[in-house]
């Protein structure tokens, strides 16, 4: 009976002993493997298959939302945020469906992220699902050819003396330069939507790359830098050539322009403003470069300017270099030393441009003028210059 009795115990204790006799009181792990779709011209839809690695008897509820990568929303897909799924008790799979936007235009590979936030019922083993878009489209879009070819202006020219030159050769960029950061007043006194950073200005194999962000900071949805030579390099009088590539797209609104001096003192536009070149992006504006002044007459804030139409490509497709040949009786507006309007400044009224003036070079995102960015816009966006080159009479 003794034996009986302890055979019994050892048996009770040996089954206490095995996993298989307790009940897995663990959460199921929600988990998902990446998908590649191959993007056609027409919109298409993809499916992430979500699964759990055993039964529940609750419905398991999760979060999700999509997340730009190189892929942007509106652009290559549809955006999806805090959009909830359910996997019905007893099952143990099921499916988020995704909308890929097609196009004829050619793009690299391109990706984006499904991410699972939170979950009911369950734990998440894959919080980030990546989601690759490959593409076999062979239609350019307006500035997607850019090269680093295009005009090229010489170092010296008759009756003139270079005065000072950057050509961006340097690890960074030197002290003659100065971040403006913020939004400035009224969006810069145009209602722009983009905030200036000196995080998105760079040097690069000796070009200047000012770019355009879509993101949110600072309660912007864009950011964007804009530097100024204010008290370190400021001119009167002069030809002033700019080697640079335009960014492109609805909203993008490129500037290389000019102050006076005496900004912080009088204001604008009792200042003057010299704009050396302007784009506004979107519905084939990119062809079109603009010259500008501004100035306060007797009659109150005025202005005046002349565009040129190119006649093949776009601004966004190679370098131009882009001139003023400023003195004291006129302005001239040049694109690769072709000359496409002029203003006599000789009057008195125009007295504001016999000053001094510094340079401003910036890419606005939105404004009165360009409008603003929509689902055809795309991003980063990027200014490159190659050199600034002042040459002034001895």
């Known amino acids: 009976m003794l034996k009986l009795t302890l055979f019994s115990f050892l048996f009770l204790v040996v089954n206490a002993c095995d996993d298989s006799s307790i009940p897995d009181d663990r959460l199921p792990e929600v988990t998902a493997e990446a998908v590649t779709l191959a993007e056609t011209n027409q919109d298409q839809e993809i499916s992430v298959d979500l699964t759990i690695n055993k039964p529940s008897t609750q419905d398991i509820i999760i979060n999700y939302s999509t997340q730009n990568g190189t892929a942007q929303a509106g652009d290559d897909y549809r955006s999806i945020q805090n959009e909830n799924i359910t996997i019905a008790a007893g099952d143990i799979s099921a499916s988020i469906t995704l909308l890929i936007l097609g196009d004829e235009v050619r793009e690299d590979e391109e990706y984006f992220y499904l991410n699972l936030s939170s979950a009911i019922n369950a734990s998440i083993a894959t919080k980030e699902i990546q989601i690759t878009i490959t593409d076999t489209d062979t239609k350019e879009e307006v500035g997607s050819i850019q090269s680093f070819e295009g005009y090229e202006s010489p170092l010296e020219y008759n009756g003139y003396n270079m005065v000072w030159q950057d050509e961006f050769e340097a690890d960074q960029l030197s002290d003659n330069y100065i971040f403006e950061i913020g939004t400035g007043s009224n969006g810069w006194g145009n209602n722009e939507s983009q905030y200036y950073r000196k995080e998105n ?34 001119f009167k009088y002069g030809r002033f050539d700019i080697r640079a590539r335009m960014p492109y797209g609805q909203g993008i609104w490129p500037a290389i322009w ?137």
């Not at 879509?214 to 400021?234: A, D, P």
């Not at 507006?333 to 009224?349: A, K, R, V």
Request: aromatic share 14%; charged share 20%; hydrophobic share 35%.
């Open 201 to 234: 200005t760079r040097l690069e194999d000796g070009y200047l790359v000012i770019q355009a962000k879509k993101e949110n900071f600072q309660g912007r949805e864009y950011t964007s830098s804009r530097i100024i030579t204010e008290g370190k390099k400021e």
């Open 258 to 394: 000019m102050l006076g001096s005496n900004f912080n003192q009088v204001g604008w536009p009792q200042c003057g403003e010299i704009d050396i070149m302007e784009m506004i992006g979107g519905q084939g504006r990119e062809r079109i470069v603009h010259g500008t002044v501004h100035w306060q007459s007797n009659n109150g804030y005025a202005n005046y300017g002349h565009s040129k139409n190119l006649s093949e490509a776009s601004l966004a497709d190679k370098f131009h270099v882009f001139s003023i040949i400023w003195d004291e009786n006129s302005i001239e507006w040049l694109i690769d030393n072709q000359s496409y309007g002029s203003i006599d400044t000789s009057p008195t009224h125009l007295d504001e441009f016999r000053e001094q003036f510094f340079f401003i070079f910036n890419v606005a995102v939105g404004g009165n003028w360009p409008g603003y960015p929509d689902e055809s816009t795309e991003f980063p966006q990027e200014m490159w210059i190659d050199y600034i080159r002042v040459f002034q009479q001895p």
